[in-house]
């Protein structure tokens, strides 16, 4: 709403775009990575991964489900291929500038990034793109950012990783 109705006093700093093409791609990646990607992989590994170990038993915790976890890590692989592909395609995920869908789409990622779920290997202009974001002067604190009891990957606040 406030971009739509005060973003034209940005101007090239506008995170959604003038073409209404262009931000209907926008909301819709946007929606794939904080709606899709969420109920797919990282709502699961972070129930699984940090939030049951320390929940009581009464409330849902114990154990971590590992078929939730091999399943959530299965759907990794597609989501993975599709943000390779985008990044591989265009500047940036939505297009020639930066965008909400660039963000929603590095918060989600920045998750399992965290936990180590990611295979960078694989996804070489998904990682290129994710540098460049992580770069982003308001990017950068998120990186500082930790779970207690459970450590980040060793590259996880490296912005040339």
């Known amino acids: 709403y406030l971009d739509e109705t005060r973003g034209v006093l940005k101007r090239d700093k506008r995170l959604f775009a003038e073409d209404p093409m262009e931000r209907a791609e926008i909301r819709r990646l946007t929606d794939w990575y904080l709606s899709k990607a969420d109920s797919e992989v990282t709502r699961h590994l972070v129930r699984e991964r940090v939030l049951k170990p320390i929940m009581p038993e009464t409330a849902g915790g114990g154990s971590p489900d590992s078929a939730a976890i091999r399943a959530a890590r ?88």
């Open 74 to 161: 299965a759907n990794i692989r597609q989501h993975m291929k599709y943000t390779n592909w985008l990044a591989g395609t265009r500047h940036w995920l939505a297009g020639s500038k930066v965008t909400y869908a660039d963000l929603a789409a590095a918060a989600a990622l920045s998750v399992l990034d965290y936990l180590g779920e990611i295979d960078w290997r694989e996804h070489a202009a998904a990682r290129e793109w994710y540098a460049r974001v992580k770069s982003r002067p308001s990017f950068r604190p998120l990186l500082s950012d930790r779970v207690r009891g459970l450590s980040p990957v060793s590259h996880y606040a490296d912005l040339d990783f």
